[in-house]
């Protein structure tokens, strides 16, 4: 019956490194989307000049 105990602690504390894990990835996801939001609304500014370049350009026909 010790043994039982023992086993069943074991596997406790194995979930609660587990579950630690799945903390730690889960907000290290969140600071990635942050950080994507972040790039993408620097970027849109200049992915329009861009755009506005690129078909300014095909209008001409250069």
Avoid at 17 to 27: E, N, R
Avoid at 36 to 45: A, Q, S, V
Wanted: glycine content about 10%; charged content about 30%.
């Amino acid at each position: 019956m010790p043994w039982m105990m023992l086993y069943v602690a074991l596997a406790f504390a194995g979930m609660v490194v587990l579950a630690g894990c799945a903390i730690k990835v889960s907000l290290a996801v969140r600071g990635l989307g942050r950080e994507l939001r972040r790039t993408r609304e620097r970027l849109e500014p200049e992915h329009a000049k861009l755009v506005r370049e690129m078909r300014r350009l095909e209008g001409s026909g250069e």
